[in-house]
């Protein structure tokens, strides 16, 4: 007698997978096919172990379990708990009709424990997309699947919990997601720093606060020069503290794809993404990849800010695989068995000092780097590299005994983060839901950017004579238009192109003297 129960894995999307089982009379054994990989394959043991431990007999039969359809490869082992429900629907003790229009997700312990499910928001979205509404998720996944809206989710500790809900014997509670309610255990903001300090800590830096500003609000990507110890790694990790909340979808997208990453099974993520890789990161562990595709640093940062310290050490190829992540806001992944796109929307913050020393052109401090290395140490970042970087701003030096002092005047990020707020709000309302001024397309520039003719007049002429070029023109709309959402002005003004011009540094004048 053969019997099917529903799942779903990753492969391809979210694939619905039928694990059919089949009962002969035979030495007792356990045969698994449907190209099954070998982690897929151990689940024989993993099943004979799990139902000793929870006092159900495994048929003294051979056992077949076939899953379906048979032609793709599968290699989720949360395919252990549909091919022990087959068992159990196949030998009778479990009626069909409890586990028809339900999908069964969780891999099984040897004490008969069900563990997390990677990625399982992914997996409940394609199921959902596939029609179904009832599912049974490992307990340690349920805060994660709370956050999928309109599902029936039953959350499942063990086999034998499992066993006696659908059998009748001691139903578990079913939970309607959608709500804003987790856990006591949810564990919230992982990656948000706890240290993370406040714009009226830094002294001066008013220039650089003021960019920081505007990059948040338009969600601009910006370069921050300047000798080592000014301040430019604080005022960039301030950054997320000016920084709206996740919606409810972002934190959808988010949490997804740091628990493939990372295997945070049980982490809600409500707060912007702040990643900082090391410089000594690959190109894989930046924009993703290995040989069963995993986000990188680039996704981890999605919704967020991707901060990339002293910009110049980190190697050439790393950077130039950042091209296309920046324009289009994903990540394509292509491997001989699977291809992969991963969103990559992050807001690019990076560091430099002007020289390996540091101190090349700094009033009072002697530069230690020879000519011919301090030359080609702002050319390490390629001409198409910096044309995606909307800002570029120079952190100064801070007379020493100002540094101890009061800062009164200072402002507060949380006043920092109303005007960003309304900003963005501003946006919403102009480019539609999610969207902000960086996303603009050049027909959107063209038609509701408000740029008015006097402003344009100042733009050509400045375009003309640095010589940027049309995407550099482009993003200087974008950021003018982010300076007079904050202005809360409906025209770009002259005086908003004259701010914007100043955040783009002429890469012709940032070299050392012959």
Known sequence: MANSITSIVENFGGSTIRVECHLTNSLPSISVIG???RAVDESKERLRAAFANSSLPLPKKHITLNLSPADQPKDATTLDVPMALAILTASGQISPDATKGRIFIGELA?????????????????????????????????????????????AVKSLKDLYYDLTGVSRIKIARSGGNEYSSNTKIN???PSNTPDFSDITGQMLPKRALEIAAAGRHNILLNGAPGVGK???????????????????????????????????????????APHHTSSSTALVGGGTKPIPGEISLAHRGVLFLDEIPEFGRSVLEALRQPIEDRCISIARAKQSVEYPADFMLIATQNPCPCGYWGINGRECTCSPHVVAPYP?????????RIDLQVTAELVEHDKLLKPNPGQETSHAVARRVATALAIQQKRLGKGRCNNMMTNREIRTISGLDGTAKELLDAAAAKMELSAR?????IKVARTIADLDSSDAIATHHVAEALQYRIDRTKILAPA
């Open 190 to 192: 992982q990656d948000t």
């Open 233 to 275: 790694s604080m005022l960039a990790k301030a950054t997320a503290g000016i920084l709206p909340r996740l919606t409810r979808e972002q934190m959808i997208e988010v949490t997804y794809l740091h628990s493939l990453q990372s295997g945070m099974y049980g982490n809600v993520i409500t707060t912007v993404p702040f990643r």
């Open 35 to 37: 190209f099954a990989s």
């Open 110 to 154: 040897l004490s008969g424990e069900i563990l997390p499910a990677r990625g399982v928001i992914g997996l409940l979205l394609a199921g959902k997309r596939r029609g179904f509404r009832e599912f049974y998720i490992p307990a340690t996944n349920f805060d994660q699947a709370m956050l999928v809206p309109d599902i029936a989710l039953y």
């Open 379 to 387: 050319r390490h970042l390629s001409g198409p590299i910096m044309d």
């Open 472 to 476: 550099s023109y482009f993003k200087i």
